[in-house]
């Protein structure tokens, strides 16, 4: 089946400094990816859609300054978390897929711990 | 309003029983109605999938949509411990560019050995 690789599992940064975490699709190529952001025992919030060779759709309140995606290639995807503080700290998310939606799979996360 | 709606537990059973999830919905427009396992500290698996209203089984895994009601459901039978985990619905309206899954909050589920 379809596999989704995300790096790294976890990452602890200091305030202020940026951190990048990548979603590949090892065995499909993936035109669209997408972020999403969990807080504990919430449910899985998109931040944006990622499309491959063209600016990322961010949802509603989500910054796109401080969140940047790349979707340079047909089977990688880059978030950048810029300027990290605390309260970036989640559980980062992301899935690839065509369509319809059902055969979106998603990454094993990245823990993110900003201090 | 959100427009998915899921009780977020935590639900407690023992082996061997039957588990009823449940997710209720705003948006008329939804079409595909998925049910996924996520298990702590790693990202969703799809466990079922249904297109518009009916029943689907997978072995000890029952999907029921009822379009009507704007309500869905997973039960598991004879739950096993290995059950344990959250339980979370999604649902799309299916677009050319990227679908959009829109999540419930999930359903933290324990099956005691």
């Known amino acids: 089946g379809a596999v989704v690789s995300q790096h790294p599992s976890w990452v602890i940064c200091k305030s202020g400094t940026s951190v990048k975490i990548e979603c590949r699709s090892l065995?499909?190529?993936?035109?669209?990816m997408f972020w999403y952001r969990q807080f504990p025992k919430q449910s899985l919030m998109l931040m944006a859609t990622s499309n491959e060779g063209s600016k990322a759709t961010y949802e509603q309140g989500v910054e796109k300054d401080k969140f940047l995606i790349n979707h340079a290639s047909l089977t990688l995807s880059t978030l950048t978390v810029t300027s990290a503080h605390p309260e970036d700290s989640s559980f980062y998310i992301c899935?690839?897929?065509?369509?319809?939606?059902?055969?979106?799979?998603f990454g094993s996360g990245t823990r993110l711990t900003v201090v | 309003q959100k427009e998915v709606e899921q009780d977020p537990g935590p639900l407690s059973v023992p082996e061997g029983a039957i588990v009823s999830l449940n997710c209720t919905y705003s948006n008329s427009a939804f079409q595909y109605f998925m049910w996924y396992r996520q298990y702590s500290r790693k990202g969703p698996e799809l466990l079922m999938y249904t297109y518009s209203s009916g029943n689907k089984e997978d072995g000890r895994f029952t999907a029921q949509v009822d379009k009507s009601s704007k309500y869905i459901s997973l039960f598991i039978r004879d739950s096993q411990p290995s059950d344990s985990a959250t339980y979370l619905c999604a649902m799309s309206v299916e677009e050319t560019s990227g679908s959009r899954l829109t999540f419930g909050e999930g359903t933290q589920l324990t099956v005691n050995p």
């Open positions: 065995d499909f190529q993936a035109t669209t």
């Open positions: 899935s690839a897929g065509g369509q319809p939606s059902y055969g979106y799979t």
